[in-house]
């Protein structure tokens, strides 16, 4: 199985499917990990909130894959906003690597009014080579509108949430218009809705011979978004990298385009009202 890869703006390209390990037990992340590696993924998905980057860490070790046939990202936390050189330094000491293929910052804050800050000590990580490529997350257009203002480099991806029951298309397509990439979270939208019991989605799988996360996670693939959903089950996480034998038809896409619920289908914060904590 070949993961397409796609090229940033800066020139570096990044495995479109990916694991991600929010919620992971930092007791099971090097074990998780490794299957993951194992099972083909390149692509993994950190952050310094989630407690587990030694764990990842220890997974890259092992596997005994060479460093640049992976893709690491991790993520600056809201309360090291104006701090953000020594905190990528604790979190490569973490992850026992020399630099990361791609740091963000993880929410915007803008009432604490620290990410352009936060931005332009990334662009000196960047340059330093402490990380390949530099980001955001959860960024609305007016904060990327800002970046824009004071500095002259566009983050690689916005990595927002992102699922069939929130999909924002005006603000997807403001964002590739800056020839920002799109990574989804919560791809599957957390396993806490109903989704997977769709008919949009549950038929297409039984015509597949697939499951409905495989068809939400293929909805994103061929939506050309990077998405690494998160599994503590191997053969979850088997399954959700076996997505490239099948493909949905342009009816079924917009089958599910339709199920979106707009503002209603959040299942996390909006950006705006998340801040320090
Ligand atoms: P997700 O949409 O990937 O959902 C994960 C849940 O879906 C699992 O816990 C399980 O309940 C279910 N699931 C997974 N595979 C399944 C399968 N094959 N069949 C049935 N159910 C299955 O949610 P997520 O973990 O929140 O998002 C993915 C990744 O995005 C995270 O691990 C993390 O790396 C990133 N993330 C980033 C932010 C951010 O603010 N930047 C926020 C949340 C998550």
Not at 51 to 57: A, F, L, T
Not at 197 to 216: D, L, M, N, R
């Amino acid at each position: 199985m070949t993961v397409p890869m796609i090229k940033l703006n800066d020139g570096n390209c990044i495995p479109q499917l990916g694991y991600g390990v929010f919620q992971v037990d930092p007791d099971k992340t090097e074990e998780l990990v490794l299957e993951a590696l194992r099972v083909g993924y390149r692509h993994i998905d950190t952050a310094a909130i989630y407690g587990n980057e030694e764990g990842v860490g220890r997974a890259i070790a092992k596997s005994g894959i060479p460093r640049e046939e992976l893709f690491i990202t991790t993520k600056l936390w809201n309360d090291r906003q104006t701090d953000a050189a020594a905190a990528l330094d604790e979190s490569l000491h973490k992850l026992g690597l020399d630099y990361v293929d791609l740091y963000l910052i993880h929410w915007p804050c803008p009432a604490n009014d620290h990410y352009l800050e936060a931005w332009k000590e990334l662009i000196k990580l960047r340059d330093a080579g402490k990380t390949r490529s530099i980001g955001v997350s959860n960024f609305e257009i007016e904060h990327l509108e800002k970046l824009e203002t004071y500095t002259d480099v566009e983050p690689v991806v916005n990595q927002v949430e992102l699922h069939p029951y929130l999909q924002r298309w005006r603000e997807l397509d403001a964002f590739r218009a800056h020839n920002i990439q799109i990574e989804a979270w919560g791809p599957l939208g957390q396993g806490k809705s109903d989704i997977f019991e769709q008919p949009e989605i549950t038929e297409p799988a039984h015509k597949y011979g697939v499951s409905p996360a495989q068809v939400i996670i293929r909805w994103h693939l061929q939506n050309n978004v990077i998405v690494f959903p998160k599994s503590a089950t191997p053969s979850r996480i088997a399954e959700n990298f076996d997505v490239f034998g099948f493909e949905l038809s342009e009816d079924e896409m917009a089958a599910i385009t339709g199920l979106d619920r707009g503002e209603e289908g959040r299942g996390g914060s909006h950006p705006n009202d998340v801040n320090v904590s």
